[in-house]
């Protein structure tokens, strides 16, 4: 899968996805990162042919994604944010007709079905209208339709978003498997961990544009600190930050709700200045912990912290 300066400007005036380009390996579990409005919606809908675009190219399975988005339906699955399983039809009926949709011969897609609900444990649940299904249920049975005619890529639209955790594992544990058997996969995801523990490759988006792309390890390096500092505190946490910027050896700083975190290459030796720095500016230190970058430090020092709707 592949795009270069793929770009969307709604008729409004708004252009939420700018000059994209983007390589996916074949194989690779790719995730999309990015705040609310950031562009990953857009993005997955020009990939998905749901979206058109107004500049660039895409590609999916060698097919572009414009000029032949039947074809290009084909190579894709799709498994969005809301449950879009037919109500009126069993689990087994859900897939069956689905294949039939694409085409798929009435032998073919009885056995494609049958493995399918195999595979991903619904056998028992064949004849259960989808409405009784559990969320984890209901999700699977998503991924195992958007399966069914083959597709070379999967696009998951936050297909965790909602599932108690123990659905949430099993999920993983699934596109583990998926992934293990060289399934191509693009998901977009709100939880760092999910995308820390899944994906192969990440890719950062905000404003539409690519802030940053790369291996999880290889965007946690791109903060040039080795060691996290929390600093949980009461007082002017603005003026605590700019204090706590100044002790030699902190990279940066980041105001949070409840304290100050800081990073910096390495902590030996730092937390005797940091707290006298801290406790000069008048601050209460309620708590201090250490430990090392996630995701979620990269993901904020690139986006920022501001809520957005």
């Not at 500049?55 to 449950?83: F, M, Y």
């Amino acid at each position: 899968m592949s795009t270069e300066g793929l770009t969307k400007t709604f008729p409004d005036g708004l252009t939420a996805v700018v000059g994209l380009d983007l390589e996916v390996a074949s194989g690779e579990i790719f995730g999309l990162l990015g705040p609310n409005g950031a562009g990953k919606t857009t993005t997955i809908g020009m990939l998905t042919t749901r979206v058109v675009p107004t500049g660039g190219r895409a590609l999916v399975g060698g097919v572009d994604v414009v000029r032949r988005p039947s074809k290009a339906k084909r190579e894709i699955g799709v498994v969005p944010q809301t449950n879009t399983l037919d109500r009126s039809l069993n689990v087994w009926e859900n897939l069956y007709f689905h294949g039939r949709y694409f085409g798929i011969d009435r032998a073919g897609a009885r056995a494609r079905t049958d493995e399918l609900l195999a595979r991903f444990q619904l056998t028992d649940k064949a004849t259960r209208k989808v409405g009784t299904l559990s969320g984890g249920m209901a999700q699977r049975l998503m991924v195992a339709r958007a399966l069914l005619h083959e597709p070379r890529v999967l696009f998951l639209d936050e297909p965790t978003t909602g599932l108690d955790p123990q659905s949430r594992i099993a999920l993983w544990d699934l596109l583990r498997d998926l992934h293990g058997a060289g399934q191509t996969i693009v998901l977009t995801t709100h939880y760092m961990e999910e995308a820390d523990r899944l994906c192969d490759r990440l890719g950062i988006i905000d404003s539409g544009a690519m802030l940053a792309l790369g291996t999880p390890s290889e965007l946690k390096a791109g903060l040039d600190a080795d060691s996290v500092v929390d600093i949980a505190a009461d007082g002017d946490l603005d003026e605590l930050a700019r204090a706590l910027t100044r002790v030699p050896g902190v990279s940066r700083t980041d105001v949070r709700d409840n304290g100050v975190r800081v990073f910096a290459p390495v902590v030996t030796g730092m937390l005797p200045p940091l707290l006298a720095s801290a406790q000069a500016t008048g601050a209460t230190i309620r708590d201090v912990s250490v430990s090392e970058p996630t995701l979620e430090s990269v993901f904020i020092a690139l986006t920022g912290r501001d809520l957005r709707e």
